[in-house]
């Protein structure tokens, strides 16, 4: 038996039926409003996305750009310096910006060949200075060992004390030839490593303390002919004390020490006799320095000559900061017993 069929308005009716039915599924319960159906949309939005707080960042470190020549008063070793006073000149952060400008184009330096050394004077505090030659030629390949406390002065090669004068190249220089520049700066320095020096023995150790850069000056030393000799006699404790052999009488000298209680009287013979030898010995140091300068000039060729003679001296001094002590009232143009006194303080 056949089925009656569908009339086509029933059909119709069904399909408008099925339609609402979907929209209504779709709308997620059509009662609510478009406000409400918005927010729960922004919730979903909200909790599938997580924002991430932004990084600072690092602020930029700027450091203070170096300066040309800022490591050339450390490029000389401070000489007759004592081992355990190097950290305390270091300790204090020194201002040499008059050296590097002398040496900066219209410079008092500039354009000359210059032989630099450093030194300490001995004041409350280390004072560091430093010293340049002016000169085409080095001013000496020696140094000088002397003190009060050394009976005996000694003239040794630099190389002997591993001392040498070593070229110096500013910072904006360190990819160029050193010949090419156009200030030839020497700085002495020396190669021996303190690490070693417990090594070595404590004469060759105290040898280090008493250096001094030497010059064979064409001028007489100051001293060459001074008539005070320096006496350290060897009791305990030492009698030190200056005797001038053209000024004091030896006898009457030696009994001033005794009514003193400074030398006892049993040792009277004793000490005319070491103060005789002493003045001996100063003469003979005298007499030979004459005649090692004037062999020293009757041997030089004329261009060494000349340039001995036209040699300058400079001392530098640290320039005044508030991290550094006042020195304005120690400043001395002496250099040293070789080199006599400086001809610019700075």
């Known amino acids: 038996m056949r089925k009656p069929r569908a009339s086509l308005a029933s059909k119709k009716r069904k399909a408008v039926a099925a339609a609402a039915r979907e929209e209504e ?20 939005a909200a909790r599938g996305k997580r924002v991430k707080a932004a990084k600072p960042k690092p602020e930029t470190e700027y450091l203070p750009e170096k300066r040309n020549m800022e490591d050339l008063w450390q490029a000389a070793f401070p000489v007759g310096t004592e081992w355990d006073n190097m950290d305390k000149i270091r300790e204090i952060n020194w201002d040499f910006s008059n050296l590097e400008n002398a040496f900066e184009e219209g410079g008092e ?41 050394r009976e005996k002065e000694e003239i040794l090669p630099m190389k002997t004390m591993k001392m040498a004068w070593i070229p110096y190249i500013p910072l904006e220089n360190r ?21 070693a020096l417990r090594h070595l023995k404590v004469e060759r150790v105290k040898q280090y303390d008493y250096c001094l850069p030497y010059l064979q000056s064409l001028k007489a030393d100051e001293d060459e002919d001074d008539t005070v000799v320096n006496i350290m006699f060897p009791l305990e404790p030492p009698i030190v004390c200056d005797f001038d052999w053209e000024m004091d009488d030896l006898e009457e000298f030696t009994d001033s020490l005794i009514s003193e209680e400074t030398l006892p ?17 100063r003469r003979k140091v005298q007499r030979q320095a004459k005649e090692a300068r004037k062999k020293a000039i009757e041997d030089m060729d004329p261009k060494t000559r000349a340039a001995f003679e036209n040699m300058k001296f400079y001392k530098f001094y640290p320039v005044q900061t508030p991290d550094t002590p006042d020195i304005s009232k120690v400043k001395v143009a002496y250099i040293n017993r070789y080199y006599g006194k400086a001809h610019f303080v700075r």
């Open 265 to 281: 009287e049993d040792k009277k013979d004793e000490f005319k006799e070491y103060v005789k030898e002493q003045v001996r010995e």
């Open 175 to 195: 990819q160029s030839q050193v010949d090419r520049l156009k200030t030839q700066i020497f700085t002495m320095g020396c190669t021996q490593r303190r690490s």
């Open 25 to 44: 599924g779709s709308s997620s319960g059509g009662s609510k409003s478009p406000e409400e159906l918005q927010k729960e949309s922004n919730k979903g």
């Open 109 to 149: 330096l500039y354009g000359k060949t210059v032989y630099m050394f450093g030194s300490t004077e001995a004041q409350m505090l280390a004072v560091n200075g430093q010293e340049k030659v002016v000169s085409p030629i080095p001013p000496s390949d020696q140094i000088g060992i002397k003190s009060v406390q």
